[in-house]
């Protein structure tokens, strides 16, 4: 099974070495999983806490408590683009001090990452904005700058959702 590419720790697990431990509320993300070299401790898992950036490795016989919830995964947009590779699914949200003139320009629902300019800028379309067989218009993109505070909620589809993803994505193509 392939794993998420960010979880949220929803409890602390504590060792004596850091690059072990994990606080609650840590957000990881996953960079691979692999056996470890010492043999009595199985497998590893390798993953980056994104408000940090420290390395960490986990042994499979660790007990923790993580979560792949959309609403529990929340960054801002440079910690995904620094950890997730492009495209990504996400939900976009805004809390500033001038949220309603944001607001207008950050789409609602799902949207796809799709690419950064120089890492000043994110372009983004709605999922639900996609060509239709009734309509001409393209992808509705959107340009949204980074140095505001975008806060961004994993929004990974499911298996099923992935195969319908797929076949609209293909039908557009053609």
């Known amino acids: 099974p392939s794993l998420p590419p960010m979880v949220f720790a929803q409890q602390t697990y504590d060792v004596s070495s850091v690059d072990s431990s994990v606080q609650a509320g840590d ?3 996953i960079k691979e999983v692999k056996q470890s070299l010492k043999l009595l401790r199985g497998k590893t898992l390798t993953c980056v806490d994104v408000q940090t950036g420290q390395k960490k ?3 499979e016989n660790c ?6 919830t959309p609403s529990d995964v929340k960054l801002y947009l440079p910690q995904l683009l620094q950890n997730c590779a492009l495209p990504q699914q996400c939900t976009l949200c805004y809390t500033g001090a001038n949220a309603k003139d944001v607001l207008t320009h950050i789409p609602s629902g799902i949207v796809e990452v799709t690419a950064t300019k120089v890492e000043k800028s994110l372009v983004v ?3 639900g904005s996609r060509m239709d067989s009734s ?8 340009e949204l700058p980074l140095n505001i505070d975008i806060m961004v909620h994993a929004a990974w589809p499911k298996e099923s959702e992935m195969k319908l993803l797929i076949d609209d994505t293909q039908r557009y193509y053609k």
Request: proline share 4%; glycine share 4%.
């Open 27 to 29: 957000i990881l993300a």
């Open 125 to 127: 379309t709605p999922i």
């Open 135 to 142: 309509s001409m218009n393209t992808h509705n993109l959107m």
């Open 57 to 59: 490795k986990l042994f």
């Open 63 to 68: 007990a923790g408590n993580f979560s792949t």
